[in-house]
């Protein structure tokens, strides 16, 4: 069973940039047709999807996040990462990786989630 | 983007009877190629990450006790929970996955009565 850990601080100052990595274990990051997201959800609010990235770094970002948003992948590590720059208040949120099992498809597997909060 | 639309907000039903929660999306999420509809469900709990319930509207995750069905096709979608029990009480999302970027429901809050 594949399992996801996300990991980065827990606080960010606004207007700085917001790193976190996943970590995926039991499976490989590049078992063909698997995709790895990004997901948050600020608190109270709707699940928000953040992006995706495929094992050969094609990636796929939401419009109101793309200016920000890099997600890379290191396959030797088997991890995928999340950079957002500019972040602001609206960025706090708990923030999920996952997998899904296709271009279009459901989220199979989660991560635990990291709640970030961004403040000075 | 399609917006998903959940109703109700809240839901507070007894324990042993059914629930009902529905959604419903802005533009269709049936592949007519393949017949399929691109919807999910999930069951979230606090301090968990989502848990898969239902995919492809009706199809139940392996683990996932039968008293959890989905129905509809095209825009309007109904999760089922035939007799409820006190580990259901949760926030339950349906979740369009037809086109980028993916959307979710705003969620139901499911209460036990």
């Known amino acids: 069973q594949v399992q996801l850990q996300e990991s980065g601080p827990g606080l960010v100052k606004p207007s700085q940039t917001l790193s976190l990595t996943c970590t995926v274990s039991?499976?490989?990051?590049?078992?063909?047709?698997?995709?790895w997201s990004w997901i948050r959800q600020p608190a109270g609010k709707v699940l928000e999807w953040i992006g995706r990235i495929y094992a050969s770094g094609t990636t796929s970002y939401n419009p109101s996040l793309k200016s920000r948003l890099t997600i890379s992948v290191d396959t030797s590590k088997s991890q995928f990462s999340l950079m957002l720059t500019s972040v602001t208040a609206a960025d706090t949120a708990v923030y999920y990786c996952?997998?899904?099992?296709?271009?279009?498809?459901?989220?199979?597997?989660w991560g635990q989630g990291t709640l970030v909060t961004v403040s000075s | 983007d399609i917006v998903m639309t959940q109703s109700p907000d809240f839901l507070a039903v007894s324990l042993g009877e059914r629930a009902t929660i529905n959604c419903k999306s802005s533009?269709?999420?049936?592949?007519?190629?393949?017949?399929?509809?691109?919807l999910a469900w999930y069951q979230h709990k606090p301090g968990q990450p989502p848990k898969l319930l239902i995919y492809w509207a009706s199809t139940r995750e392996s683990g996932v006790p039968d008293r959890f069905s989905g129905s509809g096709s095209g825009t309007d979608f109904t999760l089922t929970i035939s007799s409820l029990q006190a580990e259901d009480v949760a926030v339950y999302y349906c979740h369009q996955y037809y086109s980028t970027p993916y959307t979710f429901g705003q969620g139901t809050k499911l209460e036990i009565k």
């Open positions: 039991g499976g490989s990051i590049s078992s063909d047709g698997y995709y």
């Open positions: 533009q269709s999420v049936l592949y007519s190629s393949n017949n399929k509809n691109y």
């Open positions: 996952a997998r899904n099992g296709g271009t279009y498809y459901y989220f199979e597997n």
